[in-house]
């Protein structure tokens, strides 16, 4: 799984990609502009640091008709294999993912 967030000037987009592969999970940022922590809540980013932190209301989100019943068993088993590297933040609600630009 793959959010990819596209940075065109004052413009900032995300998109899921690959929604149904729960065996890798990372940002992908496109372009240049601000630093991605400026930019982050309104795409789920909520926080970043040496990783990106996304919402997990905002994966089912992102994912759109893909968040199928199947889908939604699938990603409590990302969570769970997540929860059990220290990889998910309880607190926000969210899941640590490693960032390529």
């Not at 992908?28 to 932190?53: F, K, M, T, Y």
């Amino acid at each position: 799984m793959i959010v990819e967030i596209e940075i065109a000037g004052a413009e900032t987009h995300a998109r899921l990609l690959e929604p149904d592969d729960f065996r890798g999970f990372k940002v992908v940022v496109r372009g240049d502009g601000p630093p991605l922590a400026a930019r982050g809540a309104p795409l789920g980013l909520l926080r970043v640091d040496e990783h990106a932190w996304v919402g997990i209301g905002a994966l089912r989100q992102l994912a759109g008709d893909a968040a199928t019943p199947e889908w939604e068993e699938s990603l409590q088993g990302m969570l769970a294999f997540a929860r059990s590297r220290d990889w998910v933040d309880e607190q926000l609600q969210a899941i640590r993912a490693h960032v390529e630009r």
